[in-house]
């Protein structure tokens, strides 16, 4: 089991940034791919950034070139710098790992088998 743990959302204004902070404990792997989600209420969860073991990341194309996703594996963080943030990042940000060290599909929600609780931020 992995057990994942957010933290550094809040409230930002807009063009403004946040960084967030996944630390990840028990039967972690630093080949496996982890990833940032976030969801707004009554929408579907989305994929933002990935990143495999070697480091190469991917993002969804609404955040590219501002969002930054990056691990330190000797401490197991996963992190998420958020820059010139806009309005419509607001959202419930989930940090979420699989099993497989493979990058591809890594988007899809149901490719992720651990899951955090989230943390909020706010963009006005």
């Known amino acids: 089991q992995v057990q994942l743990v957010e933290s550094g959302g809040g409230s930002a204004q807009a063009g403004g940034s946040l960084r967030l902070s996944c630390a990840a404990s028990?039967?972690?792997?630093?080949?496996?791919?982890m990833a940032w989600f976030r969801q707004t209420p009554g929408k579907q969860r989305d994929g933002v950034a990935a990143i495999d073991g070697d480091g190469f990341t991917a993002y969804a194309d609404s955040v590219k070139g501002r969002f930054t996703i990056s691990k330190d594996n000797a401490k197991n963080i996963l992190y998420l710098q958020m820059n010139n943030l806009k309005p419509e990042d607001t959202a419930m940000y989930y940090c979420a790992a699989r099993d497989s060290p493979y990058i591809a599909y890594w988007y899809e929600r149901a490719q992720y088998r651990y899951w955090g609780q989230g943390t909020q931020v706010t963009v006005s």
């Open positions: 028990g039967a972690t792997d630093s080949r496996s791919v």
